[in-house]
């Protein structure tokens, strides 16, 4: 992919952006205290999802990330308390954090996500008690002005919403993601996130309760009335210089829609699956 201009700029311009806030942000971390945390816990307690004890992590306060396809934003990660990410794939207590997505490798789903890479190594760093806990009016001061993406792994609606809502106010710009759109517990999160949907049948549900859509559709599928393709897919722009996934936040903005992705295997079990 030829990346124009236009876009190198862009991209230049979020990644400046965010250089600029993380050498504030490690000043005030040197200042409150707290050293050099590459992520801190923001909330632990009972998933909505199922009541299972869940617990909620912010990183990349130290450096950039190194998703491809989201750039430099700060991750919001959940995860289930008890078991790495791995170990709860195959014994299902990531029901507390993925509901019944039907990406669930568990239910015979497609998720992209390798759980034994970053997902594990992220929880791994929290278990081994390496990210401080802080408290919504430190978290506040310290991402103010960020770019932050809600669900790295795990379903940002297995919160309650007031977990993020007395800080998320100060990040610069949000989005996030949630395939528990029609439950009713996830209504409140129609503000922050899309709907992650996996057919035109399902956007039209999502849309009639509320939400802007983000679609996965099979390769060559259709882009439907009132959708955009994801901008990575075509010009190579990463979330960071994009953030067009912000739920609710510009309701006139088009739904967002991308081909399937990940190995050759959860691709065609997602396209035999439609």
Request: aromatic share 6%; net charge positive; glycine share 10%.
């Amino acid at each position: 992919m030829s990346i124009k201009p236009a876009i190198v700029k862009a991209l230049s311009k979020a990644a400046g952006k965010m250089a600029a806030w993380r050498f504030r942000a490690r000043h005030a971390l040197r200042s409150m205290g707290l050293g050099k945390p590459s992520g801190v816990e923001v909330w632990r307690g009972k998933s909505e999802i199922n009541g299972q004890p869940v617990v909620a992590v912010l990183t990349g306060l130290q450096s950039a990330s190194s998703n491809r396809k989201t750039g430099d934003v700060l991750q919001l990660w959940i995860f289930p308390q008890n078991e790495s990410p791995s170990a709860a794939v195959r014994s299902g207590l990531d029901s507390a954090v993925c509901g019944q997505c039907t990406h669930r490798p568990s239910l015979g789903g497609s998720c992209y996500v390798r759980t034994s890479d970053a997902p594990r190594a992220v929880w791994a760093s929290w278990d081994r008690g390496r990210y401080p806990v802080v408290d919504a009016e430190t978290l506040s001061a310290l991402i103010n002005g960020a770019l932050v993406r809600l669900g790295a792994w795990g379903d940002p609606a297995a919160l309650p919403l007031s977990a993020v809502l007395p800080w998320i106010g100060s990040a610069g710009r949000v989005v996030g993601y949630t395939h528990q759109w029609d439950q009713p517990y996830a209504l409140p999160w129609r503000a922050l996130c899309m709907a992650s949907v996996d057919s035109a049948a399902e956007r039209i549900r999502a849309r009639a309760a509320g939400w802007r859509t983000f679609r996965i559709r099979p390769r060559g599928g259709a882009v439907e009335k009132g959708e955009t393709v994801c901008p990575y897919e075509v010009t190579g722009l990463q979330c960071a210089a994009c953030m067009a996934c912000d739920g609710m936040a510009r309701p006139r903005a088009r739904d967002v829609v991308v081909e399937v992705h990940g190995s050759a295997g959860k691709i065609k079990r997602f396209e035999g699956a439609q």
